[in-house]
């Protein structure tokens, strides 16, 4: 499953060890970030909402690389709505894509009951 945005495909393989110490690290990474922007105090609202905007861009910079994060805010104006946006579907694309994963292991692993084996060979049959 791929993640569509701005006119890019991007796919980050859920059941990768590599590419879940990447996911693990991007989010610790955000979540420090996140403290920080909560416990400083800002003379003005726009300080603030660059920062705010920063810690996605250093998200999809640690998930995809600073070029590919490049591409993903191209031409976006430091909008704090417009990056939640944007963070907000690639949360929607992960849970979709780890669900399908899950689904996947499940019907490799799973073994047919014997109903179903019962239907298979009337299907042979006819």
């Known amino acids: 499953m791929k993640?569509?945005?701005r006119g890019l495909s991007l796919k980050l393989d859920f059941e990768d060890f590599e590419t879940?110490?990447?996911?693990?690290?991007?989010?610790?990474t955000m979540e420090e970030e996140e403290k920080q922007i909560l416990n400083?105090?800002?003379?003005?609202?726009?300080?603030?909402?660059?920062?705010?905007?920063?810690?996605?861009?250093?998200?999809?910079?640690?998930?995809?690389?600073?070029?590919t994060a490049g591409q993903i805010f191209q031409n976006i104006p430091e909008n704090s709505r417009d990056y939640?946006?944007?963070y907000l579907s690639f949360l929607r694309y992960s849970q979709a894509a780890r669900l399908e994963a899950a689904d996947k292991?499940?019907?490799k692993f799973r073994f047919p009951t014997v109903?179903?084996?019962?239907?298979?060979?009337?299907?042979?049959?006819?």
């Open 40 to 67: 400083r105090e800002y003379p003005g609202i726009s300080e603030k909402i660059r920062d705010y905007c920063n810690m996605y861009r250093n998200l999809f910079t640690n998930l995809f690389g600073a070029e």
């Open 3 to 5: 993640w569509l945005i």
């Open 105 to 107: 292991r499940a019907k």
């Open 84 to 86: 939640d946006d944007i």
């Open 115 to 126: 109903k179903q084996k019962h239907a298979k060979k009337r299907k042979k049959k006819c």
């Open 20 to 28: 879940g110490k990447r996911i693990d690290h991007a989010f610790q």
